[in-house]
Each structure stands twice: as C-alpha cells, then as structure tokens.
C-alpha cells in the first residue's frame, strides 16, 4: 500500500470543509495528524473506504527527527559559547550590543548570547534555529552579488538538487497551490520583496532568511492545463555564507514552517501573526 510523501499529500485527498466528524478542529490539523503516524486516513468519515485502503498508517517518526534537530542544535550551542560575538556580528551582516549578537532574519530581530540562547519574534524551532547558528559560525561575509541561481548551479549543489526539489520545492509548491491568499500573506509577514522580471513568473519574492543568504522564489500559477510551478533561487554568493548542507537545510526549514503556520493558523495567519 501507498504512503504519503508530504502533508499536502493527504490534504489534497480530504473534503476540507472542517466538518470536525473526525475530533479534529480543520481538515489540515487531521491531515498533519495522518502524516505524522498519528490518525489513519480511514479515520475520515467522508473518505471513501475504496481510497482509505490504498494508503497504510504512517510510521510514527516524526519524534525521532525533531530529537536529530535538537541534538545538532545542542552541539552548536556549544560552539557558540567560544565565539567571539562582537568579531562574528562584523563578518556577518549584524550587530553587537555588547552583550547580545543582534541579526535579522525573514525581517525580524533576533538575539543571540554568548550562551546561545535566542530570543527572536518568530517561532524558535531547531529546523531554523540549526541553519541559523552555522550561519553564525562559518559565514564568510561575502558580499552578495544580485546574480540568481538555482541550486543545482552553486558549486557543490549538483549532488543535492534532486532531493532539494523532492523536500523543499515540491511542498513549497503544494502550499501555494492548496492556499494562494496563505502564500501571499506568509511572505508579506516575512517580509518578502516583491520584484518583476525574473523568468516570467506570476508571483517573485526574495526573503532574507539569512542577512547575507537572500532566497527569491518564482511561482508560476496553473494556467491553460499546464501545471503550477515553483522554484527557488540562490545569490551566486551563497556557499561562501553557507555551507550546501546548511542552504538545503534552511530552505527545507523554510518550507516546514510554512506548512506548519499554514496548519496553525489557517486563513486567519497575517491578523494571528499582527496581533502578536
């Protein structure tokens, strides 16, 4: 039997009108609940038995992947107590106020001590937290150049790019296509820099998830039968700021967020996220 690869996977099979039927307050938090291993898909009482069979119960791994994350944060967070705070903030776009190392991501401020606590406006989960320290750590400080490539062009980027398009930009995609208004607003919350010209799409924005690590995203909506698209590019500059392993890591971080404030808030995000 099948398994799903993404959430987007099994919300895409649901009614989504939140008859809550199933105990869950939406059809996205119980399609996030099958995903996990957590509820099966049959538990859906508007799914019919005929589709229910043709998927098993997801393996309940997700326990096991948030404790890779919070070891590997564990082990930067001890690197980071030797830094020299004030001598990493001038290498790498920030501020030091002569306790905190101050730096911006997705535009908003976040705070890093010598003991590496963090103290930040948004979510503090180990999928941005770990990408974010070994910025901290290994960043160049090269200038960026205002030159776009996709990541298969980035000098070690042909030995991940297929993985890439299967755990970051396929369920970015998903997102887009199942809540176009959600996009929209995701990157007006982080953000995002609406520019024209770039290959012809309908919606371009650059983050800056990173000070010296832009990410511009092209997302081309279905039109005429032909399918949705979405792509991510790179500042040529990018592995001299972060290693491959960390650009895919904050990419694909990136993307989790995303569908987990998607899962959380809904329709309801900008005002949600306004309020706080």
Not at 194 to 218: F, N
Not at 235 to 255: F, H, K, P, R, V
């Amino acid at each position: 039997m099948a398994q799903f690869k993404t959430l987007m996977d099994v919300f895409k099979l649901l009614e989504k009108s939140n008859c809550r039927k199933c105990s869950e307050k939406t059809c996205m938090v119980f399609a996030a609940e099958v995903f996990n291993g957590n509820r099966a898909l049959a538990e859906c009482p508007q799914i019919p038995a005929e589709i229910s069979r043709g998927y098993s119960q997801q393996p309940k791994k997700q326990k096991a992947v948030d404790q890779d994350w919070e070891n590997q944060l564990a082990g930067l967070k001890a690197r980071i107590m030797k830094m020299d705070l004030q001598e990493t903030a001038s290498r790498i776009g920030a501020v030091y106020d002569g306790t905190r190392l101050i730096v911006k991501i997705m535009g908003k401020t976040v705070e890093v001590d010598s003991f590496g606590k963090v103290a930040t406006q948004i979510h503090t989960n180990p999928q941005v937290m770990v990408p974010l320290f070994n910025y901290l750590l290994t960043c160049k400080g090269t200038p960026v150049e205002g030159r776009w490539v996709p990541l298969r062009e980035l000098p070690s980027g042909k030995d991940w790019y297929r993985l890439f398009g299967q755990t970051c930009e396929k369920p970015m995609k998903k997102v887009a296509d199942t809540y176009p208004d959600l996009f929209a607003d995701l990157v007006e919350i982080f953000n995002g820099q609406p520019v024209e010209g770039h290959y012809q799409s309908d919606v371009a924005l650059v983050l800056h998830p990173l000070p010296l690590v832009p990410i511009l995203i092209c997302y081309w909506k279905p039109d005429d039968g032909l399918e949705s698209d979405l792509n991510l590019y790179f500042d040529g500059s990018a592995e001299d700021n972060l290693a491959i392993e960390g650009i895919y890591s904050l990419a694909t971080g990136i993307t989790w967020m995303f569908e987990k404030l998607a899962i959380r808030h809904g329709g309801a995000l900008k005002e949600s996220a306004r309020e706080d």
